[in-house]
Antibody, heavy 119, light 107 residues
Framework: QITLKESGPTLVKPTQTLTLTCTFSGFSLTTSGVGVGWIRQPPGKALEWLAVIHWNDDEHHNPSLKTRVTITKDTSKNEVVLTLTNMDPVDTATYYC???????????WGQGTLVTVSS | DIQMTQSPSTLSASVGDRVTITCRASQSFSSWLAWYQQKPGEAPKLLIYKASSLESGVPSRFSGSGSETEFTLTISSLQPDDFATYYCQQYGAYPWTFGQGTKVEIK
């Protein structure tokens, strides 16, 4: 049974760095074809893909975030960490991590964590 | 970036109706397209991947079709549990992109 759970601060101040951890179970991030992605959703708005990291360390992020976003994995801990620098109120959103299945599609999602950016 | 445009943005329908949602891409990316259902306060749920493959456990009233730049999600007979917001997502090219969503409401 695959599960994922996001953890991290619920409130950050403008200009601070957000660090979110996705802790997962039921799969290994060393399995060929598998990845973990991060997606966010501002209140009342659409989904926005942020980044993905794959079993072979191949990683991609949304260029709209420029150099603000970093994604890393620790396969020994079954964790994927998303870092987003220079937070702004427009970054207020629910942040989800998800399992990228072999063949594509995000088939398992965490419950999401609401991060509010406010001074 | 590949822009995904869904239509309509909102759809009013009755239980038993056949419902079709369209997703158009700004450029071709083959069939690497997924559809998700999201209910308020919940994470999205994968319905369809690779444009037409039904995710395990998803009712057969959901189907997907299309390729290149035009894709559709069809619900053959709308059920009460289907009132939700639906998103398409392309994963054929980075950055992955989502449509803006289609909200299916009770008529």
């Amino acid at each position: 049974q695959i599960t994922l759970k996001e953890s991290g601060p619920t409130l950050v101040k403008p200009t601070q760095t957000l660090t979110l951890t996705c802790t997962f179970s039921g799969f290994s991030l060393t399995t060929s074809g598998v990845g973990v992605g991060w997606i966010r959703q501002p209140p009342g708005k659409a989904l926005e893909w942020l980044a993905v990291i794959h079993w072979n360390d191949d990683e991609h992020h949304n260029p709209s975030l420029k150099t603000r976003v970093t994604i890393t994995k620790d396969t020994s801990k079954n964790e994927v960490v998303l870092t987003l620098t220079n937070m702004d109120p427009v970054d207020t959103a629910t942040y989800y991590c998800s399992h990228r299945r072999v063949g594509g599609g995000l088939d398992y999602w965490g419950q999401g964590t609401l991060v509010t950016v406010s001074s | 970036d590949i822009q995904m445009t869904q239509s309509p943005s909102t759809l009013s329908a009755s239980v038993g109706d056949r419902v079709t949602i369209t997703c158009r891409a700004s450029q071709s990316f083959s069939s690497w397209l997924a559809w998700y259902q999201q209910k308020p306060g919940e994470a999205p749920k994968l319905l369809i991947y690779k444009a037409s493959s039904l995710e395990s456990g998803v009712p057969s009233r959901f189907s997907g079709s299309g390729s290149e730049t035009e894709f559709t999600l069809t619900i053959s007979s709308l059920q009460p549990d289907d009132f939700a917001t639906y998103y398409c997502q392309q994963y054929g090219a980075y950055p992955w992109t989502f449509g803006q969503g289609t909200k299916v409401e009770i008529k």
